[in-house]
């Protein structure tokens, strides 16, 4: 395994600093990632939680309680039963006393509820119920399809496999915390509304005031959108703080309803001052993805058993072998033109095992079958691909050498992360810092040089050679927890004709 960290040794990746090991300093209510780790037999346990399931018998109930914090439960054994509520059922929120003794069964300990731990000295053993729940509650049911569980979006996440990718989802953004500050990054908050679309990425949602549409008003004075992404306010807090990065939610308002897009979904972005080669924004970005995958596969924190606990049981060694895969080896880096050859040669081999049905000319985009080919069976790693053609590009991007690796035309200093099944991942480039090159640039292809200005200004006092890369964080986390559909690793999806809530 190949793992370097550049400035300091990384020890612990993702570690994060407690005040103190368990809720109960702070005045909160123990929690079940709490109790789980107290290991003093008989003690006096407060539980709240709901009931994922019970069982009952003449003489003895048992009752598995959840509360979130973790895919584990409590099992509390209640005796006699008579001491349950009559309207408990699974999914009711329940406040429990008891005492935490050594366990009988599967458990280490459990939460034992008696009518003889009713003494003076104790506080006595209960069962409240603080929140029933009706015979029509859907998750009584555990059996419901992802897509149904998407139209009752105020329960599905309740669903043991949500909830997980939601704490997974939480570990992940930790360790990233982590990771950049180890880097000397500024965490930084980017606006949400702009006045331009950053590189023509995509369909744009445009924001206005209620009041002001009937009177063809402009809130803002001009036409404002929500994001597609925030690169160019970043490059303003990069000229100031030289190394920021944002985990920000970004829109865009193609109608497309694949399992791969979202209409509001977070881009992790980072700027970096005084770089000037693609292969530092390449480097940087390995590093930064393999800081997420050793923590998984080392289960820090519990992050990858959060996974693998919860998870269809098929999904596991496809998971454990994809985090294994991915630091295993350095990645590796070709040219879009070196990428082209590879997938004309494989085209018109007599035994083209890929099917491609579009034989790319250099100039042409890489489709989505192309990316998936070369990361998944030519590669079978993930791959970066470099130096794409200037046509197909943004504005912003930095202008090769004319033929720098034997192209026929211009290219630029970027590059895409490709890995198997999901293609890109990761886009990123050096920008032009040059004034010149830049105006020159925008007036080559045309554009409206008015609302870029404040862009330009940039390049005129103190300008530094710079550059940064986004990533979908949605499509991260699918691809580590081998999710089939993106929207089961978002809270609320959104989606073309899809706002529930």
Request: aromatic share 10%; with cysteine; charged share 20%.
């Amino acid at each position: 395994m190949i793992l370097s960290f550049p400035r300091k040794q990384y020890l612990s990746i993702g570690r994060s600093l407690r005040w103190s090991s368990t809720s109960s300093s702070n005045n909160l209510p123990l929690c079940v990632k709490d109790i789980l780790q107290i290991n003093t037999n008989s003690t006096p346990v407060q539980l709240n939680g709901w009931i994922d399931s019970y069982r009952l018998s003449k003489n003895v109930a048992f009752l598995d309680i959840v509360d979130g914090t973790t895919s584990e439960s409590v099992q509390c054994v209640v005796r006699p039963p008579s001491l349950l509520p009559k309207n408990i059922k699974s999914g009711s929120s329940v406040k429990i006393d008891g005492l935490w003794c050594e366990g009988r069964g599967k458990q280490n300990f459990e939460l034992q509820v008696s009518d003889k731990n009713n003494t003076e000295s104790s506080k006595p053993a209960s069962i409240e119920i603080m929140g029933t729940v009706t015979d029509l509650f859907p998750m009584i049911n555990k059996n419901h399809t992802n897509k149904f569980l998407r139209g009752i979006p105020e329960y599905r996440l309740k669903n043991p496999s949500l909830s997980a990718l939601l704490r997974f989802r939480s570990q992940v953004e930790t360790t990233l915390v982590n990771f950049f500050d180890s880097q000397n990054f500024t965490k930084t908050h980017p606006p949400l509304i702009t006045a331009s679309d950053c590189e023509g990425a995509g369909e744009l949602f445009k924001i206005e005031s209620a009041s002001k549409i009937p009177k063809n008003e402009k809130f803002f004075g001009k036409d404002a959108f929500l994001t597609v992404s925030t690169q160019l306010h970043l490059e303003v807090l990069s000229a100031a703080l030289n190394r920021v990065w944002t985990l920000t939610p970004c829109f865009r308002a193609e109608e497309s309803d694949t399992n791969r897009h979202l209409s509001e979904f977070w881009m992790l972005e980072a700027e970096i001052a005084f770089i000037d080669d693609v292969n530092q924004l390449t480097n940087f970005a390995e590093l930064m993805i393999k800081s997420v995958v050793f923590n998984l596969k080392n289960n820090h924190n519990n992050m990858g058993t959060n996974l693998i606990n919860t998870v269809d049981k098929s999904l596991v060694d496809m998971m454990k072998n994809r985090w294994n895969m991915l630091l295993s080896k350095k990645w590796n880096s070709i040219t879009y033109t070196e990428a082209i050859k590879i997938i004309q040669n494989h085209y018109d081999n007599e035994n083209n095992t890929a099917k491609f049905t579009i034989r790319p000319n250099w100039g042409d985009s890489l489709q989505s079958q192309h990316e998936k080919w070369l990361a998944g069976e030519y590669f079978q790693n993930p791959v970066f691909v470099t130096d794409y053609p200037l046509a197909e590009k943004a504005f912003y991007m930095k202008i090769n050498e004319t033929g720098r690796y034997g192209e026929l035309n211009k290219t630029v200093a970027c590059f895409d992360l490709l890995v198997p099944e999901i293609g890109e991942l990761i886009g990123g480039s050096v920008r032009e810092y040059d004034l010149t090159k830049l105006t020159e640039e925008i007036n080559r292809r045309n554009m409206d040089i008015t609302p870029l200005q404040w862009y330009l200004n940039l390049r005129e006092n103190g300008s530094v050679p710079h550059g940064g890369f986004g990533m979908g964080f949605e499509r991260l986390l699918q691809y580590l927890s081998c999710t089939n559909n993106i929207r089961e690793v978002i809270p609320f999806p959104r989606s073309a004709n899809n706002c529930l809530c």
